[in-house]
């Protein structure tokens, strides 16, 4: 006859059927060691939670420069780092920018965009002004 080769492996029985009290004890010790340590490796790869931004539209992206400029004259702080900071070129830039954008959308616009982009430019360039005379 022929010899058995060792194939290398073993085979433990899970039940419980013939376990020890102490036995049955330690082995769901393990396994809930084991689930736990599973369910805080999927909570370390969650994805984090993004914010909705809000809707695309003219208006948010006239709100944006504007506040954009807001920042460069010094009347909101810089959200990134909570600090006021003035810098009146880049107002002035961002202002002009806001005139241009007025001048080529002009009579192209919804009534409500036209008098957002109306008012903001005129509130921005007085800002300007007060703080740069």
Excluded: C, W
């Amino acid at each position: 006859m022929a010899e058995t080769e060792d194939k290398g492996y073993t085979v433990h029985d899970r039940r419980f059927l013939h376990k020890s009290e102490e036995e049955k004890a330690e082995i769901l010790k393990e396994e809930a060691a084991r689930r736990k340590a599973a369910a805080s490796q999927d909570k370390s790869q969650e994805k984090p939670k993004v914010t909705p931004l809000p809707e695309i539209t003219f208006s948010a992206f006239l709100i944006s420069l504007s506040s954009s400029a807001f920042v460069h004259l010094g009347d909101i702080p810089d959200p990134a780092t909570g600090q006021i900071k003035k810098d009146l070129a880049l107002a002035k830039q961002t202002i002009d920018l806001l005139g241009l954008l007025r001048e080529k959308t002009r009579n192209n616009l919804e009534e409500d965009e036209e008098k957002l982009f109306d008012h903001l430019l005129y509130d921005l360039r007085l800002r300007y002004v007060k703080e740069a005379g």
